[in-house]
Nanobody, 114 residues
Framework: VQLVESGGGLVQPGESRRLSCGAS????????IGWYRQAPGKQRELVAS???????SYGDSVKGRFTISRDDAKNLLYLQMNSLKPEDTGLYYC?????????WGPGTQVTVSS
């Protein structure tokens, strides 16, 4: 399984950005697929995910601002990020679980700064 993120970049506070994650296999097959992020000096944290068992989950800091979505036909996962804040800055990773194994993409950098 290969995951590749895209869409990162430099954005100003208050702006929006959409990230994409392309998967080499069918994303419908994954038990869990979602987004994590890691800021400098901080631990990696959940941003949003789809889970077969619990549905959609969001990290507390992004609820109401970020939306996770998917296009199963294209094997793409999206993260729509609105009202971006400087504290949203970090490396955003696509993550998936399949048959007991966990997969990560290389990440895409999002920097929120004026």
């Amino acid at each position: 399984v290969q995951l590749v993120e895209s869409g990162g970049g430099l954005v100003q506070p208050g702006e929006s950005r959409r990230l994409s994650c392309g998967a080499s296999g069918s994303i419908k097959s994954f038990n869990v697929i979602g987004w994590y992020r890691q800021a400098p000096g901080k631990q990696r944290e959940l941003v949003a995910s789809f889970s077969r068992s619990v549905g959609i989950s969001y990290g507390d800091s992004v609820k109401g601002r970020f939306t996770i979505s998917r296009d199963d036909a294209k094997n793409l996962l999206y993260l729509q990020m609105n009202s971006l804040k400087p504290e949203d800055t970090g490396l955003y990773y696509c993550n998936a679980h399949l048959l007991g194994l966990e997969y990560w993409g290389p990440g895409t950098q999002v920097t929120v700064s004026s």
